[in-house]
């Protein structure tokens, strides 16, 4: 192993881990995939999305980028919700936000390079949109962590008006949409009470 040998020795110490707790892991695993769950999150490398939900191999479906954008236009967010949606049939989609989510903080700040910038526009959007509520905070440690959770309402909303959503719904299924939000500070989630199935409800979701 030429290249980063520690993390190819790691990576056989857990599947000989794995294997050793249980010898059919592998085999089983490929077998079928059917997680019940999207994640859409931050590639933030301090916001590992099945670990901080206890989840294995295999249980959840994951989607990541900087500040847990979804747009509609994005292929890759729209291919995976897609294919979550319509061939794994996951039941719940969460976007997960954090604080202190560098993009998010980036819409504060002064303009970046392309492609960067045009990404940072998401967050600038929402800032935008709230400007009033934000300014009327106290501080910007305040304002940020406000901004997460509102481009997590933002990320929900648009998830919830895409056709692979919509039709879901129109066809009765049982599918909701999730806005949480991750505490770096403590390892904590929180819901931020957004969730949805399309009954018009808001509130847990189910099951
Ligand atoms: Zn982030």
Redesign the pocket.
Known sequence: MRHLPELFANNRAWAAGRVAEDPAYFRRLCGLQAPRYLWIG?A?SR?PANQIVGLEPGELFVHRN??NVFDPADANAMSVLQYAVEALDVAHVIVCG?YE????QAAFGGALKPPLEGWIDYFRRVREAHRRELDALPGHEERWRRLCELNVAAQVASVCRTDVVTSMWARGKRLTVHGWIYDLTDGLLRDLDLSTDGSGSRGSGGA
């Open positions: 931050c933030d916001v900087v500040g954090h989510c560098g993009g998010v």
